[in-house]
């Protein structure tokens, strides 16, 4: 989880228990306060579970642009040898013809 979703999550979390605490030193029925705790918790869920979700893509983009790098490089690699073992290949052939000739 990077510092960024971390800090969503706490100040998330803070204003959640703020509304709760307001809610309960409201001046209201208790039944109004428990309706408002529940639409206050339903809210929070609701974002925490988006932050999560964002957080999961997130995960799953960087890890797909990752393993493309690394196909990428692969396929670099693998080229470059071939290359240089074709250059080797050349010059050992070189080498013979000097020493036959």
Avoid: C
């Avoid at 800090?7 to 306060?33: H, Q, S, Y």
């Avoid at 997130?58 to 670099?76: F, P």
């Amino acid at each position: 989880m990077t510092k960024n979703s971390k800090i969503i999550i706490g100040v998330a979390a803070a204003a959640a228990a703020g509304a709760a605490i307001g809610l309960l030193f409201a001046p209201e029925k208790g039944a109004k306060i428990r309706e408002k705790v529940r639409e206050v918790a339903n809210d929070f869920a609701t974002d925490l579970l988006d932050v999560i979700q964002r957080g999961g893509r997130q995960y799953t983009d960087s890890v797909d642009g990752i393993e493309d790098s690394a196909k990428r490089l692969k396929s670099k690699a693998v080229g470059k040898v071939a290359e240089l073992k074709d250059r080797f290949q050349d010059s050992v052939e070189d080498a013979k013809d000097a020493v036959n000739a």
